[in-house]
């Protein structure tokens, strides 16, 4: 996020049963060129980007930008999470908080994605006491799907973008009696 008010970042590495989710650090680059480069992962996202070009385009350190957490099991990164207001390829997000995640297909259908996402939903909702969180996916993109239903998102939208039918929904904010 780029406004975190009186938020710090980052924040104190944030530990799950199996994950450590943190800033990102210059050992983190190959993983973060992995991932972007995957046809995998990029399957619902415009493609892979080409290694060649996040060879040469990608920092020393990927961004450590603030809402960047970095997935990481046992030493290895296994994905990336962001939460953003700087949401520019919806109208739908703008000004929001949304939610974004990458894991490495290798790293897929453990729980691994629900855990991370969970621990830093809990983190946010922590530090923006009242603030909902929203999230886009591709329709067809049926893990992601599912995914949104277990972190509590709700549809408010379906909507055709980048030649796909795109789901649009939100997590309600957490209360004090939450």
């Given at each position: 996020?780029?406004?975190?008010?009186?938020v710090?970042?980052?924040?104190?590495?944030i530990r799950t049963?199996?994950?450590?989710l943190?800033e990102?650090?210059?050992?983190?680059?190959?993983?973060v060129?992995e991932?972007?480069?995957?046809?995998?992962?990029?399957a619902?996202?415009?493609?892979?980007?080409?290694r060649?070009?996040?060879?040469?385009?990608l920092?020393?350190?990927p961004?450590g930008?603030?809402?960047r957490?970095i997935?990481d099991l046992?030493?290895?990164?296994?994905?990336?999470?962001t939460?953003?207001?700087e949401?520019?390829?919806?109208?739908?997000?703008?000004?929001?908080?949304?939610l974004?995640?990458l894991f490495l297909?290798?790293?897929?259908?453990?729980?691994?994605?629900?855990?991370?996402?969970?621990?830093v939903l809990?983190?946010?909702?922590?530090a923006f006491l009242?603030e909902?969180?929203?999230?886009?996916t591709?329709?067809?993109?049926l893990?992601?799907?599912?995914?949104?239903?277990k972190?509590?998102f709700?549809?408010?939208?379906?909507?055709?973008?980048?030649?796909?039918e795109?789901?649009?929904?939100?997590?309600?904010?957490a209360?004090?009696?939450?």
């Amino acid at each position: 996020m780029t406004d975190l008010g009186p938020v710090a970042w980052p924040p104190a590495p944030i530990r799950t049963e199996r994950l450590v989710l943190r800033e990102p650090e210059a050992r983190d680059r190959a993983a973060v060129i992995e991932l972007l480069a995957s046809p995998e992962v990029g399957a619902y996202l415009g493609g892979p980007r080409p290694r060649h070009e996040l060879e040469r385009e990608l920092p020393k350190t990927p961004s450590g930008r603030p809402g960047r957490f970095i997935v990481d099991l046992d030493g290895a990164v296994i994905g990336q999470i962001t939460l953003t207001r700087e949401s520019g390829h919806l109208r739908q997000a703008a000004g929001k908080a949304e939610l974004g995640y990458l894991f490495l297909p290798w790293s897929w259908g453990h729980g691994y994605a629900a855990e991370a996402c969970a621990a830093v939903l809990d983190w946010f909702a922590d530090a923006f006491l009242g603030e909902p969180v929203v999230l886009a996916t591709q329709t067809a993109n049926l893990r992601s799907m599912r995914l949104a239903a277990k972190l509590g998102f709700i549809e408010v939208e379906r909507f055709e973008a980048y030649g796909a039918e795109q789901w649009f929904g939100t997590r309600p904010s957490a209360t004090p009696s939450d």
